[in-house]
């Protein structure tokens, strides 16, 4: 029950996305169930095998998965595939992942009602429906075997991609079957198989599928699709959010060898070239003049002013609950314990930057690139070709990373290519390629975001009263994923164990609206909450001169039953990184615990200082994800949650100067390198629980580890991050 | 005009003028996608070739420059170099992404320096970015790749 209604929390992403489609323009008054079904309109039939959308079984018994998620590192190709092949029996060497179709109707989320990836929940939404696949297909086969025998199929058994009837010694390859097999109907509720008699789920060898080719050179990324008389486009964009282009002059750029045309978009100036190299050259010598009527001109110092001034009630942005417990009337009367935090915009820094290959034909549409919520890029590329979303074909390919950046509300980059592909026409492809400078540039950030807490502590030393102040921007937003309260601001300080631990809570929110872009951002809302929360609590505990791990195992047993997971973790984590043992001189552990996407996970980091820098040696990680499909690709996601989360802990940060990016590039947006990264330790507490996520959970607890080992080590709270201020 | 280029042991006439980065003739040109762009400014590693054995960075490297040099890409490793037998083994790429550039990185140090220290990883390494965090796992596989009869 509980692991069940933790799982609805990473559905919340996916309610506002189902929520904004169903009203937005373009559908109005249609349940999420009939979603899939709207946006498939205009699909072309799939052909698809006796095994159904999910499996295709060759005569050499090869099995190859479709992925109806988008790869961009986290590993699900392998998850999904071991769902498979666990419950068909398969051979797991012989078994192969491909990228489903995009097809809403057949391979949506389903916890979003529509085709996408994120909110970690990629296992977890498909832990039933990849089983069935397979429990189905192996019934399939199963039931030819025994007709070609007469045999009873419950006197057959299945391993290796073999069924075999002992009795008679005979065996049947998968391969040999299927010509029986596409003749039995598929079964509706196949029986699944008891975790106990798992043979692959939850071992080792549900490996990467993809390492080879990502080894050698050979994995094909967006930004390697070459494909007959393909041009390139590189976009001039202005310097300011919400600038648009008044004029520009082309002579220069259009005289660049190779520059065959320059066109003006509402996003900026095209400059369309057959290769990226003149593409580029045409661009640097484009000159365009920008319109920044509606721009943004503030420096994100003056930002941050506005949102300390609007935490202290002086703004003229409106509160929103989220969290209010108790009588609040004079709970904050007397000494109050009162820190603040302040978090930067964070670009997600893929190692690609965005592209997408697109071909407009009047109103047939082909993308390919590496798309990440496919139904929400059909809905934007089909509005403005204007055509029905069912239309736009897209053949997905692996991301070069995403945390989150490929997947937005307005299909931003997708957009663009469709729009340069349109005015080309003809169905000639055309490669949008942003240059780092523009991915960094292009906003979509991580929120600025300001937090104050106010607390009233009791003679026992825990919290009697929280107040709690929020200032960020909505994702949602002014996106198809629609406006309103959005509670990814708050998660993560919202449901935390501590606030049910007090008595009286009031927790408010401001959403402050201006032009800078913001986007969901590897972990969301818990890329400050879990801060805001976990860093609160050791100066809490320090104040109250009780060990932090202590301190919290005493809320936890106030907060009940729901906090019993972060209890488990805790003691993991602890237990594993000897907690408490000395350590040697000038080096500090420190503690996080926080729940995300359905599982919750601790961290003990060791620091040091090191050429005045913080540097993190060793990071014990205890995971709660329900049960652990694949562990090394569960651990190879704390290891780099842990890594993604320390980069921006320790260095990240974009800073507008008057309006303007400062940072567009890896020489001013510093990020984690080899010398700098910890060696993490993975432990995962074992569970029968359903799976939750594994993608995103890894990251939000590094930061306050690091800040409450910096806290025990000389007893300075840390009130703003990054840590490594630049010079 | 054309410029002669030997690349992973064959000589190619490429057409891109002398200034265009070694990068994009590559990439674009020769369709020898396997090495990557990252950022254009030598600060991430993407771009990693060899040079005469040495690595350098392509997006930094004129055409002009290269055409002096004994050029190997990823695709010139084979597929079954040491290094890359260890990177299968600890399955080391996440998104994938920035590997062939790691890759080129750690094949070049294992070559000066056989059986390297974490140090001496930490300084032939920090030049390459990797965002998916796959950095323990990269350490993990130069190390077991610089072990004696580590081969494919």
Redesign the interface.
Known sequence: MNAISKIARPSRRAVVIGAGLVGGALVVGCSPKDMAGLVSMGSPDLHLGPFGPFIKIDPDGSVTVMNKHQE????NHAGLAALIAEELDADWDKVKVTPSAANAKLYANTLFGVQGTGGSTAMANSWLQYRQAGAAARAMLLQAAATRWGVDAATLSVADGVVSHAASNRTAAFGDLLTDAAKVAPPQAPKLKDAKDFKLIGTMRV??K????????????T??V?LPDML?AVVAHSPRFGGQPASFDATAAKAV?GVVDVVQLPTGVAVIAN???AARTGRDALRVTWNDDHAERRSTDQILADYHRTAAGQGSEKATPFEQRGDVAGAFSGPLFQASYDFPYLAH?????MNCVAQVNGGKVKLTFASQIQTLDQINTAMVVGTLPGSVEIETL??????GRRGNNHSDYVVEAVRIAKHVGGGRPVKLVW??EDDMTAGLYRPLTHHAVAIRVGADGFPAAWRHRVVTQSISKGGLTGGGFDASTVEGTEGSPYLAATPVVDGVVYMPDFPVTVLWWRSVGSTHTAFAMEHTIDQLARKAGKDPADYRRALYARAGKSADRHRAVLDLACEKAGWGQPLPAGTARGLAVHASFGSVVAQVAEVTMKNGEPRVGRVVCAIDCGVAIAP?LIA?QM??????GL?AALFGQITLKDGVVEQT???AYR?????E????ETYIVPSANPPTGAGEPGTPPIAPAVANALLALNGTPTSSLPFVKPT | MATNLNINGQTYAVQAAPETPLLWVLRDELKLTGTKYGCGIAQCGACTVHADGKAIRSCQTPVAQAAAMKITTIEGLGGTHPVQAAWIKHDVPQCGYCQSGQIMSATALLSDNPHPSDDDIDKAMSGNICRCGTYQRIRAAIHAAGQPGAAA
Do not use: W
Not at chain 1, 210 to 221: I, L, N, Q
Not at chain 1, 398 to 403: K, L, N, Q
Not at chain 1, 671 to 675: A, K
């Open positions: 961009m590192g986290q590993g490996a990467r993809d390492t080879p080719a990502k080894s050698t050179g050979v994995a094909r990324y930004q390697d070459h390139t060898p290769s990226t190299y820094a893929t190692m690609e930057p692996p991301a070069g990373g995403s945390f240059t780092r090394d190879a290891e780099g949650g842990v890594c993604y980069s590039n890896f020489d990020v984690l390198r080899m010398n990264a910890p060696h993490v």
